[in-house]
């Protein structure tokens, strides 16, 4: 505001100006010159000041004036509204006959009380009490929303020429196919600093040829899983909580309940069968990758690509199906919870263009959240079962 | 009193290089309340739009007090933005401001008014638009008409001489839209503003419209212009006629 104050042309009679004086106990402001936007604004303080200091009469004279519009009615306003707030008598003098008209369209009692700028005030406690029932509700709503998710995604299988299935490749391309290149880049470096930094210490035990190992099985394990799954979540599940939020600001969810069409149906269950299937192909490109990062190491340490190749796949601890098994268990869990959060987020969408904004960066969150949640109990699990 | 505020000159307008509308002369002259009518989609928004300097103009040129908007940059932009306040045909406010705020922003933006000024002025506002009681509400909170008259008492933050509003009564009901029509005809002779207006509605245009000029999609031109009780009764054109008879089909 200060930048756009000096940055504003003054043009050289806009100048009003102000003058207090107090006469026999009463107080004179005499306001003269034009009083718009930019004359209200160098008169304002000194004349509020002014008022504000005196408890006697009060008189705006306003004989000088050469102009005046809203902004000016607004001087006059306040300083009214100072002096009946302290009870004081005011009057307003010789004020010019032309734009007498402007100050009769506002009443001076509808600006008697301050103005309520925020929609509500807000305490501490209201504060607490309000984010606990929006934990609950969100709890509530979550599970009722999965619920229907369930049912919807059943009825998708059972009846599947219901299913927008076209809607739900075109889904599957921008969240999948789209991000190989994406995917490949952050496999391969995964698997290239995995093995770097563990073949240098390895190495000295003559042990580097057993960074393949390593590699091989924390990419499919856990890192292909988890980073595909949060690229999903930064990519895609925010893509879906904008969509679908920008179409509740405009409306169109409640044209589709109208319309007797189920938003869960037509808009959700085609994103998550499209993340839920493309979600293995990802992992195993980001797995690929990342073998191919690990092998350039294992290259580096002058050994032949046969030998990568051998000590992954055929020697004692070799990885073997249940490790790709695994991981693509875990790919699919994740493609469904950060798609299925996304839509909810999307659907939760409150009024307003940055209420779109919110939903997206919520899906991040708690898409993220999520996975890692839902990693840490796999992972438990599988050590527990011994798969 | 007969002072021309806007004129517009072998006015252009096209969209990646479909032509939309094509030599349009005429001017709108201070304190007047000036009226563009035509079909859907026959360009009305768009020559709005264009008066405005959201685009310039394909070829000719619109001037606003002799100044060409179009073309004005920095400061000159800035001084020409400040003479005149826009109605959008969606209402536009800002969701996430209440309507208070939504009224103070071009206050904020064009001036160095304090803090406490600008609330009061932004109340004025609202109170002047029948809105004084909702100040703290959101955009989402109010009706459709509330809207409306709320992205009004926005565009009067800045006491502009000059008022452009699109479809202001579109989608109102018959009481809501008269009350509008008096408000633009209040403000028109209290504060001597200057309206152009765009509207569909027949009863709008007798109650408001000083002079009205009528768009058509097919020649991209001006088939009428005049006074609405003129063009009513007068007017050689019988779709012109038809238009303001209300009747559906052209009389033989
Ligand atoms: N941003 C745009 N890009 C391309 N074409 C546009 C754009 N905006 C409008 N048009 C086209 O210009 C023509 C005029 O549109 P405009 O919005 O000005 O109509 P209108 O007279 O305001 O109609 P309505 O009464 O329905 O609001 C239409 O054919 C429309 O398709
Ligand atoms: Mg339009």
Redesign the pocket.
């Known amino acids: 505001m200060q930048y756009n104050a000096m940055s504003m042309p003054q043009t050289p009679n806009a100048v009003a100006t102000c003058k207090a004086a107090v006469e026999a106990g009463a107080l004179r402001i005499a306001l003269s010159g034009r009083l718009d936007a930019d004359g209200a604004a160098t008169v304002w303080d000194e004349a509020v000041r002014a008022a504000r200091g005196h408890s006697g009469e009060l008189i705006v004279d306003c004989g000088e004036l050469e102009y005046c519009d809203g902004a000016g009615a607004a001087v006059l306003i306040e300083l009214q509204r100072i002096a009946m707030q302290r009870e004081q008598s005011v009057r307003i003098e010789r004020f010019p006959e032309e734009y007498q008209r402007l100050l009769n369209l506002f009443e001076l009692r509808h600006f008697l009380q301050d103005e309520k700028v925020e929609p509500q005030a807000t305490n501490f406690v209201v504060d607490i009490g309000r984010a606990t029932a929006n934990l609950l509700t969100d709890l509530y709503n979550g599970v009722s929303y999965r619920g229907e998710l369930a049912v919807e995604l059943w009825r998708a299988l059972r009846h599947p020429r219901q299913t927008r299935w076209g809607e739900a490749l075109l889904l599957a391309e921008k969240a999948g196919a789209n991000a190989m290149p994406l995917v490949a880049l952050i496999g391969f470096l995964l698997g290239l600093i995995l093995a770097f930094q563990a073949g240098a210490f390895m190495k000295e035990y003559g042990a580097e040829l057993y960074v393949a190992n390593l590699v091989g099985l924390s990419l499919l394990r856990e890192l292909g899983p988890l980073m595909s799954a949060i690229i999903l979540a930064g990519r895609t599940g925010s893509a879906f909580a904008a969509e679908i939020g920008t179409m509740k600001v405009n409306e169109e969810l409640d044209a589709l309940h109208t319309m007797g069409v189920n938003p869960v149906r037509y808009l959700v269950v085609p994103r998550v069968i499209a993340a839920v299937c493309v979600m293995p192909f990802l992992v195993m490109f980001a797995n690929l990758f990342g073998l191919i990062g690990g092998g350039v190491v294992v290259l580096s340490f002058d050994y032949p690509l046969i030998t990568y190749y051998n000590q992954l796949f055929t020697s004692v601890a070799a990885m073997d199906l249940s490790d790709l098994l695994t991981g693509m268990f875990k790919a699919v869990v994740f493609g469904l919870l950060v798609s299925a959060v996304g839509c909810l987020r999307g659907l939760q969408t409150k009024s307003g263009a940055s209420a779109v904004g919110d939903a997206a960066t919520s899906a991040v969150v708690t898409g993220i959240v999520l996975i890692a949640i839902w990693d840490g109990i796999f992972t438990a699990l599988f050590y527990a079962l011994d798969i | 009193m007969n002072e021309t505020i806007i004129q517009v000159r072998n006015f252009k307008a096209a ?2 290089g ?1 032509t ?1 509308l094509d030599g349009l002369n005429f001017e709108v002259r201070r304190g007047e309340v000036f009226v563009i009518l ?1 079909g ?8 709005l739009k264009h008066m405005i300097g959201l685009y310039p103009p394909a070829a000719g040129e619109i001037l606003i007090k002799g100044k060409d908007i179009a073309h004005a940059e920095g400061e000159e932009r800035r001084a020409i933005l400040r003479e005149f306040g826009v109605m959008y ?1 969606s209402g536009a406010l800002f969701g996430s401001l209440s309507l208070l705020e939504n009224v103070r922003m071009p206050l904020e933006e064009f001036t160095s008014l304090p803090r406490e000024a600008m609330n009061l002025i932004a109340h004025m506002k609202l109170a002047l638009v029948g809105l004084g009681e909702f100040c703290g509400y959101m955009p989402s909170e109010i009706s459709g008409g509330m809207q409306k008259r709320a992205a009004i008492a926005r565009a009067m933050a800045l006491d502009p001489e000059l008022l452009f509003l699109d ?1 202001p009564s579109a989608g109102l009901d018959p009481i809501t839209s008269a009350e509008l029509d008096e408000l633009i005809v209040r403000l028109s002779r209290s504060l001597k503003i200057t309206f152009v207006v ?1 509207t ?1 509605e027949l009863a709008s245009i007798y109650a408001i419209a000083g002079r009205v000029i009528m768009l058509d999609k097919r020649t991209k031109g001006i088939v009428a212009e005049g006074r609405p009780d003129e063009l009513r009764d007068r007017s050689e054109n019988p779709w012109v006629r038809q238009f303001f008879n209300r009747e559906a089909k052209a009389p033989a």
């Open positions: 969209y990646e479909r939309v035509g859907s989609g026959c360009g009305k928004s768009t020559l045909q479809e765009v569909h």
